[in-house]
């Protein structure tokens, strides 16, 4: 099937991997954490293991991971040449996205301490930084998650909208990104916090979607997703 063009970005997803995008973001975000919990506690031990934390949040990646490599290899194959095509737009993205992260994200870092408790703001900043970097597994923080996270918010989520409005497009993709983090806790552990981790979100929703829309690659995001969990991991989390 030819490319097509959403709102001018050229967005090389069959309407067979656009379905399945959309029901994988679904399962992604809601269901494939509990189905690895469940076989973590009722068919692992009958193998005779169990697996950690980390070791459930490497996993639950992989399985992304295999499953978006499988069923959206052609949308991915199709983006890296799309990047080839544009280098530098792609390297601008990065840079710029990246600048922009930090400037954004250290602005709304330092209003909302200013609203929230420390106690609060210390809470959400450390599940940050572990979210960031699920199981302080680098093989999880500086590829996988990227890979999925971007394939998923802004190839699917972003890309399919951006045909009926770049500001939709990255207002739901942005929403999406940053309920993804936040929404068990905001149904089972509520607390003040929640909402000041789900703004910490928001800078970087915002810059990946532009990376993609200005370079017509969802690479771009990813390696600027790559970058900023890089720079959190080894500067601010001091891994």
Same mark, same amino acid.
């Given at each position: 099937m030819s490319a097509k063009k959403s709102g001018g970005l050229r967005f090389p997803m069959t309407d067979v991997e656009r379905a399945i995008g959309w029901m994988y973001v679904f399962v992604h975000m809601f269901a494939m954490r509990y189905v690895l919990s469940a076989l973590n506690k009722h068919v692992f031990p009958g193998l005779g293991f169990t697996l950690g934390a980390g070791w459930l949040d490497f996993l639950y990646y992989a399985v992304g991971f295999v499953f978006l490599a499988g069923f959206l290899f052609h949308f991915l194959k199709e983006s890296f040449a799309d990047m080839c095509g544009r280098l530098a737009d792609? /390297?601008?993205?990065?840079?710029?996205?990246?600048?922009?992260?930090e400037l954004f994200s250290g602005l709304i870092n330092y209003v909302l301490a200013l609203l929230f408790t420390r106690a609060d703001a210390a809470a959400a900043a450390a599940d940050h930084a572990q979210r960031l970097n699920p199981g302080k597994l680098a093989l999880v923080g500086? /590829? /996988?998650?990227?890979?999925?996270?971007?394939?998923?918010?802004?190839?699917?989520v972003f890309g399919t909208l951006r045909g009926k409005s770049a500001i939709l497009a990255t207002v739901v993709s942005v929403f999406f990104f940053a309920f993804y983090f936040v929404w068990q806790d905001m149904v089972f552990a509520f607390t003040p916090g929640v909402f000041l981790t789900l703004l910490r979100y928001v800078p970087a929703g915002l810059v990946l979607a532009w990376a993609y829309n200005h370079s017509h690659t969802v690479w771009a995001?990813?390696? /600027?997703?790559?970058?900023i969990n890089c720079v959190t991991v080894t500067v601010r989390v001091g891994y």
């Amino acid at each position: 099937m030819s490319a097509k063009k959403s709102g001018g970005l050229r967005f090389p997803m069959t309407d067979v991997e656009r379905a399945i995008g959309w029901m994988y973001v679904f399962v992604h975000m809601f269901a494939m954490r509990y189905v690895l919990s469940a076989l973590n506690k009722h068919v692992f031990p009958g193998l005779g293991f169990t697996l950690g934390a980390g070791w459930l949040d490497f996993l639950y990646y992989a399985v992304g991971f295999v499953f978006l490599a499988g069923f959206l290899f052609h949308f991915l194959k199709e983006s890296f040449a799309d990047m080839c095509g544009r280098l530098a737009d792609t /390297l601008i993205a990065v840079l710029v996205g990246f600048v922009v992260y930090e400037l954004f994200s250290g602005l709304i870092n330092y209003v909302l301490a200013l609203l929230f408790t420390r106690a609060d703001a210390a809470a959400a900043a450390a599940d940050h930084a572990q979210r960031l970097n699920p199981g302080k597994l680098a093989l999880v923080g500086l /590829l /996988l998650a990227p890979v999925v996270e971007e394939t998923l918010f802004r190839g699917v989520v972003f890309g399919t909208l951006r045909g009926k409005s770049a500001i939709l497009a990255t207002v739901v993709s942005v929403f999406f990104f940053a309920f993804y983090f936040v929404w068990q806790d905001m149904v089972f552990a509520f607390t003040p916090g929640v909402f000041l981790t789900l703004l910490r979100y928001v800078p970087a929703g915002l810059v990946l979607a532009w990376a993609y829309n200005h370079s017509h690659t969802v690479w771009a995001p990813i390696f /600027l997703h790559i970058l900023i969990n890089c720079v959190t991991v080894t500067v601010r989390v001091g891994y």
